[in-house]
């Protein structure tokens, strides 16, 4: 069982930054690929971006060039940093972590996640 907590979210204004947080229980984080996805009102949950256990990094076109996932094994975290900030960025965010066998674009859908986080609200004025 692995439990999520998010934090970081915001208030800020386009072209600020902000950093999130996951921190994640559980003695077998680093062995989890862990996720960020979104979701705005009215809207699905979308995909943001991924980093495996090994390190290796994914991102919404969306997003490219402007947010950074990272993670800190030792202290069972990811980081979402995050660049240039849009009023489209404006979600809930959300962590998730799973460790399902890989297959070509496994890491974009929620399918490949079995634990979540509450969420963390990012608002982006304009």
């Known amino acids: 069982q692995v439990q999520l907590v998010e934090s970081g979210g915001g208030l800020v204004q386009a072209g600020g930054s902000l950093r999130l947080s996951c921190a994640a229980s559980?003695?077998?984080?680093?062995?989890?690929?862990m996720g960020w996805f979104r979701q705005a009102p009215g809207k699905e949950r979308e995909f943001v971006s991924a980093?495996?256990?090994?390190?290796?990094?994914y991102y919404a076109d969306s997003v490219k060039g402007r947010f950074t996932i990272s993670r800190d094994n030792a202290k069972n975290t990811v980081y979402l940093q995050m660049n240039s900030l849009k009023p489209e960025d404006t979600a809930v965010y959300y962590c998730?972590?799973?460790?399902?066998?890989?297959?070509?674009?496994?890491?974009?859908?929620?399918?490949?996640?079995?634990?979540w986080g509450q969420g963390t609200q990012v608002t982006v004025s304009s």
């Open positions: 980093i495996t256990g090994g390190g290796n990094t």
């Open positions: 998730a972590a799973g460790n399902r066998p890989y297959y070509p674009g496994s890491y974009y859908n929620t399918e490949m996640y079995d634990y």
């Open positions: 559980g003695r077998t984080f680093s062995s989890y690929a």
